[in-house]
């Protein structure tokens, strides 16, 4: 058994994740219900044949699915540090030999992984089910997976996750309760959302290259944060100013 | 002693040259060895000179030195305020010091290689429990045997230890979230020794619980001092740290006095001593004045003043007594209480 400490850490993180039935109708649900529910509406829109904006319809219905990898982590991570502010848990766990790193890593993975996991279970289902309604609708092959959603759901989804993880961190040491820490990180899902305003206006092209671009432009975004999540998370103030 | 030169030496010119510098060498590292291991023996685990902490303009402790022996158990007490937290997150390496310097097991904090190095020689038991409610007691004390990197044997025996040690072992698979704050602030405790820290700090153990709760935590103290365990306690429960304290220092941001409870005691008002006279009158109280007794007190018959030795000065005291044509019924010598010792200290210092 893996002796990582960011691992013990992001395990003990999902065992209490785990318990919190909110959290885990929410991480889970959400991916669930968005799949099923645009997968009624492509069923609906090919009932008279496939329409000419497919393409731009299905790729925008797995966007929705990064965007929702920027609100869900927040959540968990806001709790999960906060919580241990809240619950005053902190403090024995900052006299242990582990050092800040390893523990916002920990931390990060437990609040990177559930809302990823069920991001892309949700994602499958959708893709499944609109792949499964187009052949019958007459689509003479399988539309996804395609390339596009390849980028989005294992590209950007994944670095969007961590701009949200790492923004409710830097929340988390401003505020004093998990939903103001929610709150504020989840307004990342504003630049995602505009972008996705962007597509469906024909702005923006969900193109390879769009994505690629917008991906790096996250990863660049994701690199200054962590920076700046590091220096934020300070355990002399996290001792003596968070109350 | 430097090691002898055995009777088989060896009797070539050459090899006895290289024996005899060997032999040299070792009598010339065998005091420094001998040194070391005497300092490692008496080392002490704690050992702070002028260690202070300021936030902002508010100093919260100032200029403490204080040594902590290996296998002693040190009460810190002091008012709310006092300085009590702060000085054990210091040591325990979460908050910087703002000068001074301090050692914990022979490493000097302030930089986080060391940081780590005394977390793992440190158990802490904050004056907040923390223990993840939503987690069983077992899952509590097993996350923190994994911070320590313990195997998974080594924490399955202590874990074990210690949840039957403290009577929780039934109570293994029940959230912390249940259990009542004895309980809670006993299995803080234990989630501090699963490691089998060297030093262990604890921050108002019994506070906030009540008698019963209280005393249990107080009889596992004890059982702890038993084993010799290295043990910096902060209180402001006097009786408590009377019971169970080697030595007290008495902090209200700088330290006041450091001793035994009974140091403490005497050191602040010596001894009392007690005569009940069959009268009292002024010739006596005359004769009491002209040896310099302080602090006489006059109730009815009795005369109660300081003395700083009993047995050096009390025969004096009677002597005189009698001289002036007292009789003397009873003659009791009383100490102090930590309790009266350390509220003078404290309110000397808000003076």
Known sequence: MTTWIPWKIARKELKVIGRKRSIIFYTVGLPLLIAVAFSLEIKSLTASGIPATLSLGAESIIYIFVILTTVLPSTIAAYSIVGEKIEKTLEPLLATPTTDGEILLGKGIAAFMPPILSAWLGASIFMATTDYILLNAGL???????????????????????????????????????RGANQIAGLMFIPFVLVFAAGVQGLFAFSIGNLLIFSAVVLVVDTALYFLSRATFKREEILTKWK | MPPALPSDSP?????????????????????????????????????TDGLTKKFGDLTAVENLSLHVDDGEVFGFLGPNGAGKTTTIRMLCCLISKTSGSAKIGGYEIGN?????????????????????????????????????????????????????LLGLWEKRNALAGTFSKGMKQKLAIARALVHDP???????????????????????????????????????????????????????????????????????????????????????????????????????????FDVMDPAEENPDVIDAIVAVGGRIETVTVTSSSLEEAYLKLVKEKIQ
């Open chain 1, 140 to 178: 003479g092959y399988y539309y996804f997976p395609n390339w596009n959603a390849g980028v989005m759901l294992l590209l950007l989804a994944p670095l969007a996750g961590v701009l949200s993880i790492e923004v409710a961190v830097i929340a988390s040491s401003r505020v004093s309760d998990v």
């Open chain 2, 11 to 47: 009797n070539s010119p050459f090899l006895s040259q290289i024996y005899l510098w060997t032999v040299f060498y070792e009598t010339l590292t065998f005091n420094s060895r001998q040194s070391a291991t005497y300092n490692q023996e008496v080392l002490a685990l704690i050992d």
């Open chain 2, 112 to 164: 986080e290689e060391n940081a780590l190095r005394i977390r793992k020689i440190i158990g802490l038991v904050p004056d907040n429990v923390g223990l993840y409610e939503s987690l069983t007691a077992y899952e509590n004390l097993d996350y923190y045997g994994t911070l320590y990197k313990r195997t998974d044997s080594q924490r399955k025996e202590s874990n074990e230890y210690f949840l039957k």
């Open chain 2, 198 to 304: 060297e030093i262990l700090f604890m921050d108002e153990p019994t506070a906030n619980l009540d008698p019963e709760a209280a005393k249990t935590v107080r009889e596992f103290i004890l059982d702890l001092k038993k084993q010799k365990k290295t043990i910096f306690l902060n209180t402001h429960n006097l009786d408590e740290a009377q019971r169970i304290c080697d030595r007290i220092g008495i902090l209200n941001t700088q330290f006041m006095a450091v001793g035994t409870p009974e140091d403490l005691e005497r050191s602040i008002h010596g001894r009392k001593t007690v005569v009940q006279l069959r009268q009292v009158n002024e010739a006596i109280l005359e004769a009491l004045k002209k040896l310099k007794v302080k602090n006489i007190i006059r109730e009815g018959n009795k005369l109660t």
